[in-house]
């Protein structure tokens, strides 16, 4: 639905209602719609923490156009972490063994009670039977964001960065628990990194007492929370490890 002109929803009866987007995040993958009508059915919402390995879970879609199609399978896993199409880790997936085909993307994934406990987003081609769904917990939480505010707030500092190693005697000297770090490779002007007095070529390595491996450990740390937040970043300068507020 992102960027879309017109959409609509066609209900199981044949009945199509306009739909309006109340806001998306590509991030997640997610998005809420509002549509009109009175008596519209609705699926029970379950809890994703309380899912265990081996539980039943069945899929509902509509794969290459063939609508209501129902798959069974189990929870293969928990805590999957994959990439989002813009290029940001989403965390907590649900693995699942029930088959999944392009156009279930958006479906419901539902436990042996008919509660919805995941929304099905992807699958691994050309393997067989590694699919994946969000956690129903994480789809009610930026559903809600998305209806107070329609986007969801991150915090951001304003870098481009990558991962790098660093230098043994960097890390023992300084006694820093990873060996790796994020290179500043750019600086936003005018951002909080600008602003601090971070440049190019230094390496993140702690975020607010959090340690910083890589950019993906960046991005979880950079949350709603720490928005207009004064904090720590530790940096290393060429051998120097310095401390600057941001």
Known sequence: ???ARHLSV???????LRADVVGDDPHTDLAVLRV??????????GDSRCLRVGQIAIAIGNPYGFQYTVTAGVVSA???SFRAHSGRLMDNLIQTDAALNPGNSGGPLVNSRGEVIGVNTMVILPAQGLCFAIGINTAKYIAGWLIKDGVIRRSYIGVGGQNVPLHRRIVRYHQLVSPSGVLVIS???GSPA??????EGDVIVEFNGQTVPSIDALHKSLTVDQIGAASNLVIIRGTEKLTIAI
Request: aromatic content about 0%; hydrophobic content about 40%.
């Open 1 to 3: 639905v992102h960027d």
């Open 10 to 16: 066609t209900l199981p009866d044949g009945h199509e």
């Open 36 to 45: 009109g009508g009175t008596s519209l059915p609705c699926a029970s919402l």
């Open 78 to 80: 928990l805590g999957r």
């Open 187 to 189: 600086v936003a002007p």
């Open 194 to 199: 600008a602003l601090a007095g971070l440049r």
